[in-house]
């Protein structure tokens, strides 16, 4: 246990407080520990009482690299309504990451040590509803526990932000009490089945929405544009979204899983598209646009994706976004590499056209800074990207907040990974609120649009233990 090290994390921790003093600026001191697993969700049920409202969820496809993090040890955050935010959550991390220091930097792994997890709104321009009141148009925190999973290795990383007002023994003793910590577990009950009313949140001012938009689309005034509506659901008991994000863990295993709670609110998702991942140089996107219903046999299921693979509307949906993608990376990579033509990827309840775009950055680039080239993409906003966005603010009859922006990782070496929070819901007690839009082109029509959301509803409603009964 954490004992046997205490030599050494005094030893560093009296250093750490002497240049705090010296500086007055404070110092995050940061342990890494190989550990015996650890279930994620239980380390998130177990944390509750220390740390509610102060915890994350990350998990990629295939369950290969699982995040979950409690504790605010540091926050970043901004509520500037300019695109300036991504940038000054960017120069905040880069003030702090001069001042880390690993005991143990030797046992560092891919996602272990001080790392930033959060996310940006949408669009932080459109006035706030009350139901995102309470989150920052961009909030990233660094975790004061951390479990790390990486294929069958566990990680658990300590955070400490040392102030120059600190004492060492209280120092001591967040390290040792943090590892203590982790050794109780909470099970979380997920076979119940919960009962649920559903309210239909300005569907008629949306379909509307759909209608007036193609028409605009029709005279060229745009080429595409994303509409997103809201389904609120009323639940007789309280929501848990430990149980929420096990149904996503088991029955989205081609999705990245996050949660992200903000107080007493849980912002969770299933997304099954990648904005953007960034290893030293090498980046890599996921253009996913056009989608079709999943078949109930595999011959129809085959179909189809044939079908999908060949309708003109689709085709040109998911253009749109592959060119924007490229654009985008060309501009700050010095090599851009992507298939000719779509495959399909599937999820438990549609199949989407995928095509993978890979880059090697150029220096200057930072990850954030290619997050924010690439927000939105035309697959949530539209093209020509302003254009879209501001039809959004003009016809959509909701606010997104969160929904359908870039949420993620990043660490102190810039690597880290952010997706785009689709198929997600924000949970607050008894209530949930859903979200999903599609891509208005040409050929739109507003009831098979209104019919694609009912699909793109489906992950979050089985994972909230109903049936789709709008």
């Known amino acids: 246990m ?3 090290l205490d030599h050494t994390i005094k030893e560093l921790i009296q250093q750490t407080l002497e240049e705090a003093k010296q500086t007055n600026q404070s110092v995050i001191v940061s342990h890494i ?8 969700l239980h380390f998130l049920a177990s944390s509750e009482e220390l740390f509610l409202g102060e915890r994350f969820l990350w998990s990629t496809p295939e369950r290969d690299f699982t995040l979950a993090g409690v504790g605010n040890e540091l926050i970043l955050e901004n509520n500037h309504s300019t695109i300036e935010r991504f940038s000054a959550i960017e120069k905040e991390w880069k003030r702090f990451k001069k001042r880390i220091i690993n005991t143990n930097s030797k046992d560092k792994q891919d996602g272990t040590g001080p790392l930033l997890f959060g996310g940006f709104s949408f669009d932080p321009i459109k006035e706030k509803d009350p139901l995102w009141e309470a989150f920052s148009e961009a909030k990233f925190t660094l975790p004061t526990v951390m479990v790390t999973i990486i294929n069958s290795k566990t990680y658990l990383t300590v955070n400490k932000l040392v102030t120059p007002h600190d004492d060492l023994l209280d120092c001591l003793k967040h390290f ?5 910590q982790t050794t109780h577990h909470h099970l979380i009950d997920c076979e119940k089945v919960n009962e649920f009313s559903t309210i239909e949140y300005k569907t008629s001012q949306w ?3 759909v209608d007036k938009a193609t028409n605009e689309i029709r005279l060229k005034e745009m080429d595409k544009v994303v509409l997103a509506r809201e389904v609120h659901l009323k639940f007789a008991e309280k929501v848990n979204p430990y149980q929420v994000l096990d149904r996503l863990h088991k029955e989205q295993p081609t999705s990245f899983i996050f949660g992200f709670e903000n107080g007493l609110q ?5 997304t099954p598209e990648r904005l953007i991942k960034k290893q030293d140089n090498e980046v890599l996107s ?11 046999t595999q011959e129809q299921d085959i179909q189809l994706g044939e079908q999908l693979l060949k309708d003109a509307k689709n085709l040109i949906e998911h253009d749109i976004v592959v060119k924007m993608i490229k654009e985008a990376l060309t501009n700050c990579c010095y090599e851009v590499i992507s298939p000719n033509s779509p495959t399909l990827l599937k999820t438990k309840n549609i199949q989407h056209l995928y095509t993978p775009v890979r880059g090697y950055v150029q220096k200057g680039h930072s990850l954030l800074s290619i997050v924010e080239s690439l927000h939105p993409t035309p697959a ?5 990207k302003e254009k879209a966005i501001e039809k959004i603010r003009e016809l959509e009859p909701m606010h997104r907040g969160w929904y359908a922006a870039p949420i993620g990782w990043l660490d102190a070496d810039d690597n880290g990974e952010f997706v785009v929070a689709i198929r997600s819901g924000l949970i607050e007690g008894h209530n949930v609120a859903l979200f999903a839009g599609c891509g208005i082109v040409e050929e739109s029509n507003p009831k098979s649009e209104y019919l694609e959301t009912k699909i793109k509803l489906k992950p979050m409603m089985s994972a909230l233990g109903g049936v789709d009964n709008e």
């Not at 040792?176 to 203590?180: D, G, K, L, R, V």
């Not at 949530?380 to 020509?384: K, R």
Request: charged fraction near 20%; aromatic fraction near 8%; include cysteine.
């Open 2 to 4: 954490i004992t046997t």
């Open 33 to 40: 520990k190989e550990v015996d697993a650890i279930d994620p």
């Open 176 to 180: 040792e009490q943090s590892y203590s």
């Open 207 to 209: 379909l509307k929405a």
């Open 266 to 270: 849980h912002f969770v998702g299933a």
């Open 286 to 296: 996921t253009c996913l646009a056009g989608s079709i219903k999943r078949g109930k």
């Open 380 to 384: 949530l906003g539209g093209f020509p």
